[in-house]
């Protein structure tokens, strides 16, 4: 199975960006869809992007026009790279890989949006 890796998180005043990266241990070219999740705390873990295996997107409602997920599929790598914060985005973001045998998850990395 795939494994994932998170990097990128941070403290960031709000309006401010920051780019998350998910390193895959293989390729993701076959991989059905990854996705970003977050999850902040007392909350359930809610889906932020997707990216499909033919490069579709879609996002929550809540980051449209401000959040954007691409991929490097020869860098076996996922970004989401998130602009004009707030602070209601602070949460640990989490990548996901969608494959025939089950979905996958990386540990998570600390997004924290504060002035």
Same mark, same amino acid.
């Given at each position: 199975? $795939? ?10 005043? =709000? ?21 970003? %999740?977050?999850?902040? =705390? ?16 879609? %996002?929550?409602?809540? $980051? ?27 949460? $640990? %973001? %989490? ?17 924290? $949006?504060?002035?």
């Amino acid at each position: 199975q $795939v494994q994932l890796v998170e990097s990128g998180g941070g403290v960031v005043q =709000p309006g401010g960006s920051l780019s998350l990266s998910c390193a895959a241990s293989r390729s993701i070219f076959n991989i059905v869809a990854m996705f970003w %999740y977050r999850q902040a =705390p007392g909350e359930e873990r809610k889906l932020v992007a997707e990216i499909s295996s033919g490069g579709s997107t879609s %996002y929550a409602d809540s $980051v449209k026009g401000r959040f954007t997920i691409s991929r490097d599929i020869a860098k076996n790598t996922v970004y989401l790279q998130m602009n004009s914060l707030k602070s209601e985005d602070t949460a $640990v %973001y %989490y990548c996901a890989a969608q494959e025939v045998s089950g979905i996958h998850w990386g540990q998570g990395t600390q997004v924290t $949006v504060s002035s």
